[in-house]
């Protein structure tokens, strides 16, 4: 069974501070998807990255960056100079490569203190 | 454009009732997933249609069923609540993938309670 696990139940951060969001998950796939998802108070969930399983580059989008480590099926996410806008639940995700199931993780809660 | 819509807001049943649940895609897209997000949970995966067709399944009772209309619109039904179906019901919209994957845009939510 594929499964992701998120084993940081809540975290906080000082703005403007980094922080690490880790996740790890299980399958026998080789080609498949990662993905954090964000999802603030009463908003909508948004993908904030992912990463395709065959790209050994580590995916960055801004402030936002993962450290994909295949082998261990590892998939952490770093948030750099956090804002208050960061607080937020964040899910790390699943898909296999031709599927359409996404498994998500528990989820982080992240507080951003002022 | 309009993102992806769903319908109600909120939502309060008793027990043994019937619910349904309804979601507009975002504009050009064309497959559903629904997702159950339990309180302090993530996400869990229901089904996923296509072409107004089940394209896959997680693990739900037969209770939980869905429609794919031809303007790509969707509905979730829910029969015979349990208090257990208390829940955040998500709604997701992508573009089926020809290769890759395609990002999924997620709706609001429709929060159920079952007394």
């Known amino acids: 069974a594929q499964t992701v696990t998120q084993s940081q139940p809540e975290m906080s951060v000082q703005e403007a501070e980094t922080v690490t969001l880790s996740c790890t998950y299980d399958?026998?796939?080789?080609?498949?998807?990662l993905f954090w998802y964000k999802q603030p108070p009463s908003r909508q969930m948004i993908l904030v990255i992912r990463q395709e399983a065959y790209k050994q580059q580590n995916a960055t989008e801004n402030r936002f960056s993962v450290n994909f480590q295949k082998a261990a099926k590892s998939f952490s996410l770093k948030i750099s100079d956090s804002q208050l806008g960061d607080t937020a639940m964040y899910f790390c995700a699943f898909v296999p490569a031709g599927g359409f199931k996404t498994i998500f993780g528990a989820g982080t809660r992240l507080f951003v203190k002022a | 454009d309009a993102g992806v819509t769903q319908s109600p807001t909120h939502l309060i049943k008793t027990r043994g009732q019937q619910v349904t649940l309804r979601c507009s895609p975002k504009?050009?897209?064309?497959?559903v997933s629904w997702y159950q997000q339990a309180l302090g949970q993530g996400p869990q995966f229901i089904f996923q249609?296509?072409?107004?067709?089940?394209?896959q399944r997680g693990n739900f009772p037969d209770r939980f069923s869905g429609h794919q209309f031809p303007n790509y619109s969707s509905e979730l039904n829910v029969n015979a609540l349990l208090l257990g179906d208390s829940a955040l019901y998500l709604c997701?919209?992508?573009?089926?993938?020809?290769?890759?994957?395609?990002?999924?845009?997620f709706g609001p939510g429709t929060r159920l309670t079952v007394l």
């Open positions: 997701a919209s992508s573009l089926a993938q020809t290769s890759g994957y395609n990002e999924q845009f």
């Open positions: 249609y296509y072409e107004e067709e089940e394209r």
């Open positions: 504009s050009g897209h064309d497959t």
């Open positions: 399958t026998s796939e080789n080609n498949y998807y």
